[in-house]
Structure formats: C-alpha cells, structure tokens
T-cell receptor, first 115, second 116 residues
Framework: AQKVTQAQTEISVVEKEDVTLDCVYETRDTTYYLFWYKQPPSGELVFLIR????DEQNEISGRYSWNFQKSTSSFNFTITASQVVDSAVYFCALSDPDSNYQLIWGAGTKLIIKP | DAMVIQNPRYQVTQFGKPVTLSCSQT?????MYWYQQKSSQAPKLLFHYYDKDFNNEADTPDNFQSRRPNTSFCFLDIRSPGLGDAAMYLC???????????????FGDGTRLSIL
C-alpha cells in the first residue's frame, strides 16, 4: 500500500539557517509522482513542486531545493538561508496508479523560523 | 490574481442547520476536488468531479453532497452539520486526473467552518 512518511512533526530553526524536511514514500508502482505543498498560517495550500519517478535530477528554485533518491525512496526538501516567511506546514504527497492518482499525503512538518 | 476562489472565508452555522460552501475557478480545469482538513492533519479527499462525472470517496459521510453546475463552479453541501464537521474545507482544481498526465492541484484559500 502507498504511504508517505514525514517523520519530523515540527522543526524550529533561527532565521538564516538551512533546514531540511524529510519525506519517505512507499509504492509498488514504477510510475508515480511526488509533490510538495506549503500551507502558511493563512490556510491555503501552495503547490511547490511535482516530480515524476523517472526524473531523478535534483531541482533548485531560489532558496528551495529538492533531493530525489529512488534508492532510499526519499524526496527531501531543503530551504537555504531560511526566512520568517518560510514558517508554514509543509506536506509531501504521492500519487500513483494504485491510488488512481489521488494524492496520498504525509502528515506534514510544521516549520517555525525564529527571527 | 486568485484562480481558485472560495467563499466565504469563514462560515459559522448551527448544529444541524444545512450549509453550503462555494468554489469557483478561472483556470478552466476539468477536475475539481473538495477536501476536509482538521487541525494538525493532512487534507482528506471527500469527492471530486472530472467534468460532470462525480466521484465519491468510500468513507465520505452521506451528510456531504456536492454539485457542479458548470465548469467554473462547485458547491459543497453539508445537510446536517455535526460538531465533528468543524474543519477547514479546501477546494482544488487540476487540468487532468489520471492517465499519466497527473497535474498539480491548485488550491483555494479554504473555508473554515465552525459549528455552534
């Protein structure tokens, strides 16, 4: 069965520190998609990235970077030089044919950036 | 510019009094979703529409209904809200559903529902 594990319930760092949010997934399918969403205190879910299972290249977008490792079934998210505005709950999610491409969500990691 | 718009942002209703939440989109996406999200939890899919085809999740209570009169609008009706239905309700859209064209979902700001 599919599963997404975000073992870190809450992380607190001081502004300008780098921080990595872990995501480990389980799926039987060879074709699948992984997502990260950000949910700030205001409530909306903001799409950050989608990665398909055949693309193992790491991605960088400004201060955000993602490390996809199929060998360890992980899709970790790093924020470099964190800022207070990065404070939010971050969700990792998986979709695959077994789930009829519905999103299987991790429990989320609450990130607190202290000034 | 908001692309998935949910109204109202906050809704208060009485125990057992029907309530309707609305969602509209300017993206012309085929798929619209309704999620329920309770505090400190991940969103839970209630149902989705692929165009006019309605798909209900097996564990969605009968108390929850949905309507999609056209491409742009989708409504969530809660027929007899109970205290356990207090939550954030999120609407989302995506261009396609399955078939290897899995598109990211775009979410509205949500409606926070309180039950008195």
């Amino acid at each position: 069965a599919q599963k997404v594990t975000q073992a870190q319930t809450e992380i607190s760092v001081v502004e300008k520190e780098d921080v990595t949010l872990d995501c480990v997934y389980e799926t039987r399918d060879t074709t699948y998609y992984l997502f990260w969403y950000k949910q700030p205190p205001s409530g909306e879910l903001v799409f950050l990235i989608r990665r398909n299972s055949f693309d193992e290249q790491n991605e960088i977008s400004g201060r955000y970077s993602w490390n996809f490792q199929k060998s360890t079934s992980s899709f970790n998210f790093t924020i470099t030089a964190s800022q207070v505005v990065d404070s939010a709950v971050y969700f990792c999610a998986l979709s695959d044919p077994d789930s009829n491409y519905q999103l299987i969500w991790g429990a989320g990691t609450k990130l607190i950036i202290k000034p | 510019d908001a692309m998935v718009i949910q109204n109202p942002r906050y809704q208060v209703t009485q125990f057992g009094k029907p309530v309707t939440l609305s969602c509209s989109q300017t993206l012309n996406h085929n798929v619209m979703y309704w999620y329920q999200q309770k505090s400190s939890q991940a969103p839970k899919l209630l149902f989705h529409y692929y165009d006019k085809d309605f798909n209900n999740e097996a564990d969605t209570p009968d108390n929850f209904q949905s309507r999609r009169p056209n491409t742009s609008f989708c409504f969530l009706d809660i027929r007899s809200p109970g205290l356990g239905d207090a939550a954030m309700y999120l609407c989302a859209t995506s261009r396609e559903w399955a078939g290897g064209k899995n598109q990211p979902q775009h979410f509205g700001d949500g409606t926070r529902l309180s039950i008195l």
